[in-house]
Nanobody, 124 residues
Framework: QVQLIESGGGLVQAGGSLRLSCAAS????????MGWFRQAPGKEREFVAA????????YYADSVKGRFTISRDNAKNTVYLQMNSLKPEDTAIYYC?????????????????WGQGTQVTVSS
């Protein structure tokens, strides 16, 4: 079992920045690939970014590429999502997730564990 707790969400103006954190605990969380997803009201959960267990590979949705950066600190069992140049369309609940497999980290069903989510609201 792996437990995930997100933090760092909030209200920010368009063009601003936020850094989300995901603290992991439980069974060897550093051995899992980690991902961030988001879900806006009335929409399906969508992939945002992912990072391999070693941190050597990162993946991004086209909509956030160049604006968001995912990183991890395995010594602290924490994954981060630095979000810059935020847009109103980035408004959503952001979820952290852990996947034992790295076959296709952009798929929701690839992930074994999920956090409760943190709200990000970007005002225009």
């Amino acid at each position: 079992q792996v437990q995930l707790i997100e933090s760092g969400g909030g209200l920010v103006q368009a063009g601003g920045s936020l850094r989300l954190s995901c603290a992991a605990s439980g069974r060897t969380p550093s051995s899992y690939a980690m991902g961030w997803f988001r879900q806006a009201p009335g929409k399906e959960r969508e992939f945002v970014a992912a990072i391999s267990w070693s941190g050597g590979s990162t993946y991004y949705a086209d909509s956030v590429k160049g604006r968001f950066t995912i990183s991890r600190d395995n010594a602290k069992n924490t994954v981060y999502l630095q979000m810059n140049s935020l847009k109103p369309e980035d408004t959503a609940i952001y979820y952290c997730a852990a996947a034992h497999s790295e076959y296709d980290v952009s798929r929701v069903r690839e992930y074994d564990y999920w956090g409760q989510g943190t709200q990000v609201t970007v005002s225009s």
